[in-house]
């Protein structure tokens, strides 16, 4: 399998293409040094078309916050040279990926002795009840 970079300097997609992907990566790169570490990972920039930049989100909440910093990175892109006078937030959601499986948790021996003496003590309760169902997870 070609790399990508071999893919385009073999004239096997036009210049234009090869032109437009190494923008794209550009952008890409530069977005990063801008936009708040803790967003790096659910955004990533679309198209640079008449001067509007559009940004994909992974979700609404990402949206939302990065609408709220929008002021903040035009001008954080200006100081960088790039000509973005706005900034248009797109939701793309991903797929759905397999759910993890969730280890089964357990109560170590000496614990559960513990919680069966405090339901013990407690009487019949529904709080009682709980801890024994909590201590019979060995």
Do not use: C
Request: no cysteine.
């Amino acid at each position: 399998m070609q790399r990508i970079g071999q893919f385009l300097q073999a004239q096997h997609v036009p210049s234009t293409w090869s032109d437009l992907l190494r923008d794209s990566g550009v952008m890409q790169a530069v977005w990063k040094t801008t936009v708040p570490e803790a967003l790096q990972p659910y955004l990533h920039v679309g198209r640079l078309q008449d001067h509007e930049l559009v940004v994909f989100a992974t979700n609404g909440s990402v949206a939302a916050k990065l609408r709220l910093l929008t002021p903040t990175m035009l001008n954080k892109l200006q100081k960088q040279g790039l000509e973005v006078t706005s900034i248009r937030v797109r939701v793309q959601v991903l797929s759905a990926s397999q759910p993890s499986i969730k280890p089964k948790r357990t109560v170590s021996t000496a614990a559960s002795r513990q919680l069966q003496q405090l339901a013990e003590s407690l009487g019949e309760s529904p709080l009682s009840e709980v801890i024994k169902r909590l201590a019979s997870h060995r």
